[in-house]
């Protein structure tokens, strides 16, 4: 599977290569694009094509958003499993093969910078209103439906029965023994807010980050750094091999491996939070479909499907209320947990990653 977050960092590392993504276009329209599912129409003909990345992420959203849409509208859901660059050229060229692009809000920005999307009629996506969706996650051109989460994980049977309660004792290698693993710029941003709240600035001070700090308490660490990841999986892979004790992980990920009995638990204290959202390609054949699949994808009963299906965790504050508590719980998006994180501040991140990457490849290297 290929993990969304992992094709939204190939895209921001590599955007600017629009003439590589013109090429690229033109060979996958003359030999097919990407992956593509159809779900049966009700009638009627339509056809919405949508953006998104595959996988069991995909097949969560087929069940979930895709197929009752169908049945509600009669419009067919056609999905495009396709690289951003690629997608960009298509639509530089005036011909995007998608209407509705499922991305990271901090893609969408890089879009909207490229002139690559509608700009949105608010007046045309009810739910924003019904389902309560945060004005920070309400942008000219792009809505916000759910976002995911970088936390701590460790091991439960590592410490004595402690456990860890902040990034402070993720870099206490003393009183919380045994290696770490934490993201690779393949796999993520580079987590430099993680080493200012280790070294005690509180999370409404994070931006603009102090990198010269942020890198400073990165070293005090680097020796313990096991590994550095790049794809969902192998957090869990290394914990569950007692290669490390404690690991930087995607939140959605601790749940599967504690159903196949590894003793693994998540601490959400100063958990980095990003969004993914929706928008409509510029020059989308199929605008009004666009518009009608997300509306319905962001009421707060189709959020509240997809959190049941994938570990989604939804913009929308009335999804969490037709969850069980159980399910409820399980995410980091509920109520009791939401204020222990913080959003990732897009617009510095945007300015300054290209050269934080370098620099941590270089400090990465030793």
Not at 83 to 89: E, G, I, T
């Amino acid at each position: 599977m290929k993990d969304a977050r992992i094709d939204r960092r190939l895209f921001l590392r590599g955007i600017g290569g629009v003439a590589a993504g013109v090429a690229a276009a033109t060979a996958l329209g003359a030999c097919g694009t990407g992956t593509s599912r159809v779900s049966s129409s009700g009638g009627g003909g339509k056809t919405v094509v949508v953006r998104d990345s595959g996988g069991s992420y995909g097949a969560a959203l087929q069940k979930a958003i895709y197929t009752p849409f169908t049945q509600e509208t009669g419009i067919s859901v056609k999905v495009l499993n396709l690289d951003n660059a690629p997608l960009l050229a298509q639509i530089k060229q005036g011909r995007p093969q998608c209407d509705l692009i499922n991305d990271s809000m901090m893609s969408h920005v890089k879009y909207a910078g490229q002139d690559a999307l509608e700009k949105l009629d608010r007046d045309r996506i009810t739910s924003l209103k019904s389902a309560k969706i945060p004005d920070n996650q309400i942008t000219d051109h792009a809505i916000g439906h759910s976002f995911y989460g970088q936390c701590i994980a460790y091991r439960t049977d590592a410490f004595g029965g402690r456990k860890p309660e902040s990034w402070a004792d993720f870099w206490d290698t003393k009183a919380f023994q045994g290696g770490r693993a934490m993201c690779s710029p393949d796999g993520d941003l580079p987590e430099l807010e993680f080493a200012l709240l280790a070294d005690g600035v509180p999370m409404d001070k994070l931006y603009p980050l102090d990198v010269d700090r942020a890198f400073k308490v990165l070293t005090r660490l680097r020796s313990e750094i096991k590994k550095f990841w790049d794809s969902g999986p192998l957090p869990g892979v290394l914990l569950s091999r007692q290669e490390v004790t404690m690991s930087t992980v995607w939140d959605g990920r601790i749940a599967d491996l504690q159903k196949q009995g590894v003793p693994v638990a998540r601490q959400l204290n100063g958990i980095r939070r990003q969004f993914s959202g929706y928008a409509i390609a510029k020059g989308a054949a199929n605008v009004d479909a666009a518009y009608q699949l997300m509306d319905f994808s962001l009421r707060a009963e189709s959020q509240a499907n997809l959190a049941k299906a994938f570990p989604s965790n939804p913009s929308s504050p009335l999804a969490y209320e037709k969850l069980t508590e159980d399910e409820r719980n399980a995410l980091a998006g509920a109520p009791q947990y939401y204020d222990k994180g913080f959003d990732t501040d897009v617009d510095w991140w945007l300015q300054n990653e290209a050269a934080v990457t370098q620099r941590w490849l270089e400090w990465a290297r030793g």
